[in-house]
């Protein structure tokens, strides 16, 4: 009796094709994590730089609505502000929120993408 073997793969689907497809996923996996860690990256550069402007702007001028305006200048393109506290001793507590851009990761869930960033600055001479 003879035995036969099976392929489950049909033909074309060659040793080149499957290394194209492997490339092809890791690629975009790869895309999606570098562009989230990017984003983390510069949203808590953004709240960082945005608490320490706030905080001098406080100090300098006593203007919460100027420290806002400060704060939300700092913040990168794509970022927002969604807070902002002020301490009685000048201390700034800042959030800031910014989306990465994504190729798979925005469709399985949207807040995956969704980096928030949370800095607090005082006033230092």
Known sequence: M?????????PGWSGPAK???V???????????V?????????????????TAAATVIHDHG???????????????GERVT?????PDGTVHLSVRSSATSLV???VHDSWTTVRADASA???P
């Open 63 to 77: 203007s919460l609505a100027a420290a806002e305006a400060a704060a939300a200048s700092a913040a990168g393109a």
């Open 105 to 107: 990761l925005r469709h």
């Open 35 to 51: 562009s989230l860690l990017l984003t983390h990256l510069s949203t808590s550069d953004s709240a960082s730089s945005g608490a």
């Open 19 to 21: 290394a194209a497809v």
């Open 23 to 33: 490339l092809a996923v890791l690629g975009v996996v790869g895309f999606d994590g």
């Open 83 to 87: 807070g902002m506290t002020v301490d």
């Open 122 to 124: 005082a006033w230092t």
């Open 2 to 10: 003879a035995t036969r073997s099976v392929h489950l793969a049909g």
